[in-house]
Structure formats: structure tokens, C-alpha cells
């Protein structure tokens, strides 16, 4: 059974930087999609970037496009999210997620078979 914490999360102001990570424990994520999703207060989980085993195929949504990166470490058991310039609506409690089949990005909940306990993320003008 896959294990996966978030770490990273924490307040900052609008424009500034976070990184988040998430590592995995119980078993080798390595030949495994994951993703990042997130979910505001009194809002559904909605996609924010996957990353494909390999680290070459990324999927992001039009929300976070060009201001966040995700990235894996396979070696670490550990994948990345950097998120740049954040803004109000950028806050919100981060989960990462594993999705056991396919080898394309994922950008749906029900894709994912393990899920972390998530890292909140409040963003203040």
C-alpha cells in the first residue's frame, strides 16, 4: 500500500514562491503517473498538474499554466511542485495523488488510487 505525504505548504502573499513535495512510502512510485490536485473550502478537488513516470510528459490546467512545475525525483520516491507569482486563488489545501494504470497525465480524481492527507496553502494581498 502506497503511502504519500505532502510537505511544503504554508502562508505567503500574493506574487511570491512555494515549493511543495510529496513522498511516497510502502512501495516504488516509480513507474507511476501522479499529480497534484487541490481543493478551496466549500469547492470540489480539481486537477492541477500530473507528471508521467518518466518525468518527460506533463499536463497542467489553464489556471496554473506557465506559473507552476511540476517534477519528479524517482530515486526519492518524491514528486515536486513549484509554484511561482501566486495569487488569491492559488489557496487551498494540496493533495498528491498516484494513478496506478495508464502512462498518459492524469487530470481526474477518479483516475487516482492513493492519495496524500494534503499541505494547505493560504495566499494573503
Known amino acids: 500500500q502506497v503511502q ?11 506574487g511570491d514562491s512555494l ?9 516504488s512510485i516509480s513507474t507511476y503517473t501522479m499529480g497534484w490536485f487541490r481543493q478551496a473550502a466549500g469547492r470540489k478537488r480539481e486537477f492541477v498538474a500530473s507528471i508521467t513516470w518518466s518525468g518527460y510528459n506533463t499536463k497542467y490546467a489553464d489556471a496554473v499554466e506557465g506559473r507552476f512545475t511540476v517534477s519528479r525525483d524517482n530515486a526519492k520516491n518524491t ?8 495569487n488569491i486563488e ?15 497525465p492524469r487530470d481526474r480524481v477518479r483516475d487516482y488510487d492513493f492519495w496524500g492527507q494534503g499541505t494547505q496553502v493560504t495566499v494573503s494581498s
Not at 514528486?79 to 501566486?86: G, H, K
Not at 493533495?95 to 502512462?103: D, F, N, Q, R, S
Open 90 to 104: 492559488d489557496a487551498a489545501t494540496y493533495y498528491c495523488g498516484v494513478a496506478t494504470w495508464g502512462a498518459a
Open 4 to 14: 504519500l505525504i505532502e510537505s511544503g505548504g504554508g502562508s505567503v502573499h500574493t
Open 19 to 27: 515549493r511543495l513535495s510529496c513522498v511516497a512510502s510502502g512501495g
Open 79 to 86: 514528486m515536486y511542485l513549484q509554484m511561482t507569482s501566486l
